[in-house]
């Protein structure tokens, strides 16, 4: 996919593929577990922005079928990681309380 010289498409899909990883990182130096939830959340949205995304990217012929459902795939896995560190984060806050 380096090779799309459909400049806007190319840098939004990796604004948003960094994006991801930022919001990861901002929310586990938040302070609090409710902001670091929120912005896991922000980063699964993100990871929907990739994904739709990649929706287009073989019907504008940027990548083979092939390459989109790898790389959807991988969109799924991350945002179902992601889902899965918000149920701990939450189930942690309530299991703690007295």
Do not use: W
């Amino acid at each position: 996919m380096r090779d799309i010289k459909d400049y806007g498409f190319r840098d939004q899909i990796q604004r948003a593929s960094v994006s991801i990883m930022n919001n990861i990182a901002e929310g586990s130096d938040a302070g609090s577990e409710a902001t670091n939830i929120r912005f896991l959340n922000i980063a699964k949205g993100s990871c929907s922005e990739v994904r739709s995304m990649l929706h287009l990217c073989h019907d504008l012929g940027y990548c083979t079928i092939e390459q989109q459902e790898k790389l959807i795939g991988s969109t799924r896995k991350i945002s179902a990681s992601i889902n899965n560190l918000i149920k701990y984060i939450s189930n942690k806050n309530t299991t703690n309380k007295p």
